[in-house]
T-cell receptor, first 112, second 116 residues
Framework: DSGVTQTPKHLITATGQRVTLRCSPR?????VYWYQQSLDQGLQFLIQ???????AKGNILERFSAQQFPDLHSELNLSSLELGDSALYFC???????????FGSGTRLTVV | AQKITQTQPGMFVQEKEAVTLDCTYD???????LFWYKQPSSGEMIFLIY??????QNATEGRYSLNFQKARKSANLVISASQLGDSAMYFC?????????????FGAGTRLFVKA
C-alpha cells in the first residue's frame, strides 16, 4: 500500500456518461497530481492541486474537471465520455518539489 | 518546450549484470528535477531516484544510480546487479516549475527484460 488511495479500481461506462474518480493523498502530503496513461499518449499530466488550490494545469480537456477538498482528498470528474477517454488514471501526491511522487494504484476507465 | 526522450523502447539484460537506461531532456530552466519511476506489469508506479539540477553528485539509491551529465542534458539510470524482479517499464521524468506549482512530464518509457 503506497498510502495514496484511489477508488474505484475499475470503471466501465458508456459514451456520453459522466464519472467521478476519487483520490486520497498520503498522510501529510498537500499536493495532489492527476495523470492519464494510455497506450498512444503515454503518461500525460492533467492537473495539480495544493492544499485545495489549483496550481498547475496540463493538457486537461474542458470536459474534465477536478477539485481538492478541505480534507485534501481530490476528485477528477470526466464528462461526455468518449471512447478515447479509456485509460488508466493515476493520482499521485508528494511531500514537496524535491521528492518523488507516490502514486495510487490507478483507476482503469473503460468507455464502451 | 520541455521534453524527455527515452530512445530505447526495449532492452534485455542478463541477471546479475548492470544495465543503463538512457534519458535525455530539454529545458531552458536552470532549476529542475529529474526522476526515474518503475512500472511493473501489475501497473503501479514506483518512485526510484531523484536528481536536482544543482546537485553536484550523482544520486544513488541502493542498486540504482543516476548518471547526471548536465552539459549533455542526460540523466541515465544505471541498475547494478539486475534481478528478475527488475523486469518492468522504466520512465524518466522531469519536473517543470510553474508559477505556484509544479508538473512532471514523463518520457515514453523503456521496457526492461531481465533474463535468467
Amino acid at each position: 500500500d503506497s498510502g495514496v488511495t484511489q477508488t474505484p479500481k475499475h470503471l466501465i461506462t458508456a459514451t456520453g456518461q459522466r464519472v467521478t474518480l476519487r483520490c486520497s493523498p498520503r498522510s501529510g502530503d498537500l499536493s495532489v497530481y492527476w495523470y492519464q496513461q494510455s497506450l498512444d499518449q503515454g503518461l500525460q499530466f492533467l492537473i495539480q492541486y495544493y492544499n485545495g488550490e489549483e496550481r498547475a494545469k496540463g493538457n486537461i480537456l474542458e470536459r474534465f474537471s477536478a477539485q481538492q477538498f478541505p480534507d485534501l482528498h481530490s476528485e477528477l470528474n470526466l464528462s461526455s465520455l468518449e471512447l478515447g477517454d479509456s485509460a488508466l488514471y493515476f493520482c499521485a501526491s508528494s511531500a514537496g518539489q524535491h521528492y518523488g511522487y507516490t502514486f495510487g494504484s490507478g483507476t482503469r476507465l473503460t468507455v464502451v | 518546450a520541455q521534453k524527455i526522450t527515452q530512445t530505447q523502447p526495449g532492452m534485455f539484460v542478463q541477471e546479475k549484470e548492470a544495465v543503463t537506461l538512457d534519458c535525455t531532456y530539454d529545458t531552458s530552466d536552470q532549476s529542475y528535477g529529474l526522476f526515474w519511476y518503475k512500472q511493473p506489469s501489475s501497473g503501479e508506479m514506483i518512485f526510484l531516484i531523484y536528481q536536482g539540477s544543482y546537485d553536484e553528485q550523482n544520486a544513488t539509491e541502493g542498486r540504482y544510480s543516476l548518471n547526471f551529465q548536465k552539459a549533455r542534458k542526460s540523466a541515465n539510470l544505471v541498475i547494478s546487479a539486475s534481478q528478475l524482479g527488475d523486469s518492468a517499464m522504466y520512465f524518466c521524468a522531469m519536473r517543470e516549475d510553474h508559477t505556484g506549482g509544479f508538473k512532471t512530464i514523463f518520457g515514453a518509457g523503456t521496457r526492461l527484460f531481465v533474463k535468467a
